[in-house]
């Protein structure tokens, strides 16, 4: 076992730290929520237990279906270890049906379905409150070159063909989410951070009910019961 070490970052809902291996990252998930970039910001008890569960076992999930990713393993009801990339500032989006900022910038009523499931890239940076940017955008911004943006769309497809049926399974609809990817030393790109409520929109099945941090944005449910519901029903059905 590794021996965690000093503070690297703290983010608006997990804390890194180095460990005494080089390749090696301790995580923490905190009880913190935010919206609007952070405008909005309350301490929730047991959120950052519940988001460190879910995401554990969704990403050994995705390790058994052979996508590339971070995750090492769940050390505690609120660490993991991961190993350690540089972060590529883009959180990228696939949607499969039509919700929040998609529904607000185009018009398209919540809840249509997609021809296609889309991928947008918004770039990571809080001073400009993340903007919507294009595949040419990444590429003069230097931020990945054309085989990268290739790859990003395509390891977040297959993401988005597993995450869809596992929460199928859970008789949850998986309506939208963001990954962010990192580099490892050797210059690889792998799927990193989280995989949450906090980052998928997740719709009931047969109500449509929301299960995600869009009952927390729009103060519409409460946090802890829904996230608490989406990891009984993926537990329940094994995944
Ligand atoms: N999302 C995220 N972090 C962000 C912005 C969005 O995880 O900073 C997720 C969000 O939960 C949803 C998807 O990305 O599953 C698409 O979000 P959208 O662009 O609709 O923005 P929102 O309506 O959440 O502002």
């Known amino acids: 076992m590794v021996k965690k070490g000093e503070l690297l970052y703290e983010g608006k809902a997990k804390r890194l730290y180095i460990t005494d291996d080089e390749t090696v990252l301790w995580v923490e998930y905190l009880n913190q929520a935010t919206a609007s970039n952070g405008l ?3 301490m929730i008890q047991g959120k950052g ?3 460190n569960k879910i995401t554990s076992l969704i990403f050994e999930a995705l390790a058994k279906c052979g996508i590339r990713q971070h995750f090492v393993k ?9 190993q350690k990339v540089e972060i590529i500032p883009l959180e990228v989006v696939l949607r499969n049906i039509a919700a929040g900022s998609f529904s607000k910038r185009l018009g398209v009523k919540e809840g249509k379905k997609l021809s296609f499931p889309i991928v947008e890239f918004y770039f990571k940076e809080d001073s400009l409150d993340d903007p919507f940017i294009n595949d040419e955008h990444v590429l003069v911004l230097k931020i990945a070159n054309r085989e990268e943006i290739a790859l990003l769309k395509a390891e977040i497809c297959k993401v988005n063909e597993v995450l869809t049926e596992l929460f199928h399974k859970a008789k949850i609809k998986l309506i939208d989410f963001k990954l962010e990817f990192g580099r490892l030393s050797d210059g690889s790109i792998i799927l ?48």
């Open 49 to 51: 237990e519940l988001n």
């Open 74 to 82: 769940k050390i505690s009801e609120t660490e993991q270890l991961i």
């Open 40 to 42: 909005r910001k309350d």
């Open 192 to 239: 990193a951070d989280e995989i949450s409520p906090d980052t998928c929109r997740l719709w009931d099945l047969e109500t449509n009910e929301h299960l995600d941090k869009d009952v927390y944005r729009r103060e519409i449910g409460d946090l802890v019961s829904v996230y608490k519901e989406v990891l009984t029903r993926l537990l329940e059905n094994e995944i």
